[in-house]
């Protein structure tokens, strides 16, 4: 868990070291995009220093990566101390599909069941909060008789020690 | 799938979908064959229930705080979907938040002897320290969102306090919180800003190498996913890899943007009639959406 200062190249873009010229530009273009000015995804999140601090990272990061001589001169000072990077989230395949859910292939392989949810039947309404309305008085009989109970108790163990520091003093 | 596996639906937003995802996803699991527990800790407000079309709760979660029942188990319901039970929130309780601190330990123990192939809990909304324990217990943290302001701040708030909760859990026993405290009162003392927590362990390593170390493993191990609901546009559905991306970055987690449930309103039209989408409209958008993210938190 690095600070944002410390992150490598790789790290910046969120790409393994051994990814090729077409990773790095994806992960170049979904970084970008996290940091775009109006952006959902950033807002009240971090300073506008910040942002832009990162943002110039990542210039600085993808231009070094994609120029094949800096990134081996690069890598070659640097890659001992490092870590690997985190895996990313391919949601790819479902974004192409927002327009085309409809896919049967994204569904989770079914068993069938003869009780089918759709035919249960929906339970009385009025009978729900009849029982709502007695359950909630139970409970809160039982919780004053707790109190009761708990209040004795206290007095009994009052009296108890002052019957006993009066045994020990009896004048 | 050998192992039980305990997943937390949260994300801080009240309204992003999580009772509707975690009733959901528990009947495309249970129908794939997994023997599903839902747990709906929205004490109060609870809704997981009325997305399974079940309108009379004949013993809730408030039945074994009460010590009405022995076990957790007890007050398990049936649904009309095969392999899927649920527990549902007392409507007329306290927050769970509000619990005894036994209680809620009580509680917190005994969800791991429920018996079955996954265990969902229902967080409700906020990031109270009951909840951040909720999900600091699971396998996976699944953070529901919304491509809207207010929703996605609400996530980052809730991954900073997950990740502060874990540290706590693990210095506080060592009696070293002050050394968390010292830090929060000298960042704050030079800059109003919320400083990546990566600054916390450097700190941290400097004053107690050991502890640090520790507390840098317990991190690493948060699982964290999100799911992004109500996603309209191309651009919306860009937002979740922008999450995962700045949340690595700026908040030093792992963020896994797992995959978005379209817009769909045929959820709201299923909704209103009592009935899952996934069974009520299998072919839609929004259950395609949301296999699609099952098969992702399954792989």
Request: hydrophobic share 40%; net charge positive; aromatic share 8%.
């Amino acid at each position: 868990m690095k600070k944002t200062d410390d992150l490598n190249d790789y790290e910046i873009l969120d790409v393994d070291a051994k990814a090729d010229a077409a990773e790095i530009h994806m992960a170049y273009i979904r970084a970008r995009q996290a940091l775009e000015p109006g952006s959902l995804a950033h807002y009240s999140l971090v300073s506008e220093e910040e942002k832009e601090k990162l943002r110039v990272k990542i210039e600085m990061a993808y231009h070094r990566l994609m120029d094949q001589k800096k990134r081996e001169e690069y890598s070659n000072r640097y890659s001992k101390d490092w870590e690997t990077p985190n895996k990313i989230t391919d949601v790819s395949s479902q974004t192409q599909n927002l327009e085309k859910m409809g896919d049967k292939s994204s569904i989770l392989p079914k068993k069938k069941h003869g009780n089918d949810i759709t035919e249960q039947p929906i339970a009385d309404l009025n009978t729900a909060s009849e029982l709502t309305v007695k359950e909630t008085i139970g409970r809160k009989i039982a919780s004053k008789i707790e109190k009761i109970t708990l209040l004795f108790l206290l007095v009994i163990g009052v009296i108890g020690l002052l019957l006993f520091i009066r045994t020990l003093f009896p004048q | 799938m050998d192992k039980k596996h305990i997943w937390a639906i949260g994300g801080g937003k009240g309204g992003s979908g999580k009772s509707l995802v975690a009733a959901n996803l528990g009947i495309q699991l249970a129908e794939a064959g997994y023997k599903v527990i839902i747990l709906d800790f929205d004490w109060g407000g609870g809704n997981l229930h009325t997305y399974l079309g079940l309108s009379t709760l004949r013993k809730t979660m408030g039945d074994y705080v009460l010590n009405r029942v022995a076990n957790l188990s007890d007050v398990c319901i049936d649904t009309a979907v095969p392999n899927l039970r649920i527990i549902c929130a007392p409507q007329d309780f306290y927050p769970f938040s509000g619990l005894f601190s036994q209680q809620k330990t009580k509680i917190l123990k005994h969800i791991s002897a429920l018996k079955g192939d996954f265990i969902i809990l229902d967080l409700g909304p906020g990031s109270a320290y009951s909840i951040l324990d909720l999900s600091l217990i699971s396998n996976c943290s699944i953070l529901v969102t919304l491509p809207e302001p207010s929703a996605i701040e609400n996530s980052y708030l809730f991954m900073k306090r997950l990740i502060h909760r874990r540290i706590a859990q693990i210095i506080r026993p060592q009696n070293k919180i002050h050394l968390l405290t010292r830090w929060t009162i000298e960042r704050n003392g030079n800059e109003n800003r919320d400083k990546h927590i990566g600054e916390f362990l450097s700190y941290l390593r400097q004053v107690d190498s050991s502890l640090g170390k520790q507390v840098e493993a317990a991190l690493a191990k948060i699982n964290v996913k999100v799911i992004l609901n109500q996603v309209r546009t191309q651009e919306d559905v860009q937002v979740g890899n922008a999450i995962s991306y700045l949340a690595r970055k700026f908040i030093g987690l792992d963020v896994e943007y797992t995959g978005f449930i379209p817009f769909d309103n045929s959820v709201n039209i299923a909704a209103r009639k009592l009935r899952p989408f996934t069974i009520y409209y299998s072919e839609s958008k929004a259950a395609k959406g949301l296999s699609s993210v099952a098969r992702r938190l399954l792989a």
